[in-house]
């Protein structure tokens, strides 16, 4: 069932003008790894906050709505383009272990975030303000953090394959 | 060149990252981290100048806040790009998409350079942010900087493309 998926969309006809393309793949890669590197840079920003690391005088719940949208912003530029690469050879990609992996962590690092959201986010007006971050913010913090540089070195890796 | 590569090619250093299959993903994942922190860091700062976005904070502030990451991000490329050059000279030197690379970062380092010149005079004359007079200045290094550090990052990932 979802092999046919997959034969589906690599004959769809934006990923075989891709595959077909000699500059449409990097184009897009281009484009992939400019919005990456803005989704990660912009969301460790805001986990070295929740891990008192920097931004101290800043309120975190501040920084977060002055950062994030910016992150989320380049995260949609990143799925689509992700999107379309993985389209022009569906099949392959899906076999791989990075790939597989990468989606692993993306999907972790988005329960990281919808726990951060239901625990401790729910304070934050009133930690926010202070130099200290519970325990439970550098967690998710930290957490995240790492799983970021996870997405950042699977990705990589795929290009290897 | 080709004889700099070639010799380049033969040290032990450049051997030896030849031969350990890790290093240079490794390191590329380094790099890339880095890369992160400069576009984000320079993507703020610049949309800043532009007047988009973060407009409650003085160009000032967000100069102290951004520049030291910049900065300390460079070292941290400069010595990642170093280790990759050595272990494929052939890739990277001579190639049109790294020779552009360093080209354009050596545009955006004075750049930003010229522009924290103007700001610090700015305020050694007593002006608590840069002098309004030089706002329009500021909208005009913002698109030139986040156009050539853009332009930057996409020369890069075209050294892999590029002859």
Not at chain 1, 115 to 129: D, E, K, L, Q
Request: glycine share 8%; proline share 4%; charged share 10%.
């Amino acid at each position: 069932m979802f092999d046919r998926f997959l034969h589906w969309l690599e004959a769809t006809s934006p990923a075989v003008a891709i595959s077909e393309s000699s500059w449409l793949f990097p184009g897009i890669e281009c484009v992939h790894v400019l919005a990456i590197t803005l989704v990660v840079g912009s969301i460790t920003m805001v986990d070295l906050r929740l891990l008192n690391v920097n931004l101290r005088e800043r309120p975190a719940g501040e920084l977060m709505a002055e950062v994030l949208p910016w992150t989320w912003m380049s995260f949609a530029v990143a799925a689509c383009s992700g999107a379309l690469l993985f389209s022009s050879n569906a099949t392959k990609y899906w076999g791989t272990v990075p790939f597989r992996a990468k989606m692993l962590v993306l999907i972790l690092a988005g329960l990281n975030m919808l726990m951060f959201h239901a625990t401790s986010f729910r304070s934050i007006a009133v930690w926010g303000r202070g130099p200290h971050t519970p325990r439970a913010a550098k967690i998710s913090g930290g957490i995240s953090l790492a799983l970021w540089i996870g997405v950042v070195s699977l990705g990589r890796w795929i290009g290897f394959v | 060149l080709q004889d700099f590569i070639n010799w380049l090619g033969d040290t032990p250093a450049s051997l030896t990252i030849q031969k350990v299959f890790w290093i240079i993903p490794t390191v590329q994942i380094v790099h890339i981290l880095a890369i992160s922190v400069v576009l984000a860091s320079m993507a703020m700062f610049d949309l800043r100048l532009l007047g988009v976005a973060g407009k409650r904070h003085s160009i000032v502030s967000l100069s102290h806040r951004f520049m030291p990451w910049l900065w300390g991000a460079l070292i941290v490329l400069a010595a990642t790009g170093s280790i990759l050059i050595i272990g494929e000279p052939n890739r990277a030197l001579g190639n049109v998409a790294f020779l552009s690379k360093m080209g354009l970062l050596a545009v955006a380092i004075i750049v930003t350079l010229i522009f924290q010149r103007i700001l610090k005079r700015d305020l050694e004359n007593g002006s608590s942010d840069l002098a309004a007079p030089h706002l329009a200045l500021a909208k005009i290094t913002g698109v030139i900087s986040l156009a050539l550090w853009l332009g930057i990052a996409v020369a890069g990932r075209l050294i892999a493309y590029a002859g």
